[in-house]
C-alpha cells in the first residue's frame, strides 16, 4: 500500500513537471528596444500614483502627458514597437507596448490610441482595458494583452524598459 501512494505521487509530479514545459508566454508584438525616463517631479508633476486614469505616451512625436505634448524623444530613448504607454491604473503604475498584438501577427504594426481608461486598435477595433493594470482584450477580436514592459521606480523617476 505505501509503495502504491509513492508511485501516485511520483506520477503526479511527473505530469506536473511536464505540463509546464514552453509555457512561457510570447507575444505577436516583436521585442523592440524601450528606454523612457519620466521624472514626475520636474516635467510631469501631475503623473502620480493616487491621479487614476493619468497616462503618458511615448511615440517619435514624443512624450505625451494625458495627450497633451510635453517634452520631445531624447537621443539615448526607445519607444518599443509602437509607442508605449504607462498609465496609473488601480495597481499603480503600469506600461505596455502600444501596438495591437492582432495586427502585429498579421505583419501590420497599428499604434493603438488612447481613449482612457483604454487603448482602441484603429484598424482592428480591438479595444484594451487599463484600469486593472492588465490590458486584456475587450472585444475578443485578439487573444494577447498588450505586450507589458518593466517599470523601475528611482525616487522620483520612473525607468521604463523592455522585460526580459
Known sequence: MQRNWQLI???????????CQNTTFRSSVPAYPVHAEIH?????????PENLNAYITVTKEGYKENGRFVLPLRVTDAYGYGGL????????????????P?????????????DEPN?????????????DGYAFPMNGICRETLR???ITVQGDKLIITQRR
Not at 40 to 48: E, I
Open 40 to 48: 514626475t517631479t520636474a516635467l510631469f508633476p501631475d503623473f502620480r
Open 148 to 150: 507589458p514592459l518593466l
Open 102 to 114: 492582432n495586427c502585429a501577427a498579421k505583419g501590420k504594426c497599428m499604434t493603438c490610441v488612447m
Open 9 to 19: 505521487v511520483f506520477a503526479g509530479l511527473a505530469a506536473l513537471l511536464c505540463a
Open 85 to 100: 504607454v504607462v498609465y496609473v491604473s488601480l495597481n499603480g503604475y503600469v506600461a505596455f507596448d502600444l501596438a495591437c
Open 119 to 131: 487603448v482602441n486598435c484603429p484598424e482592428c477595433g480591438e479595444q484594451y482595458n487599463l484600469l
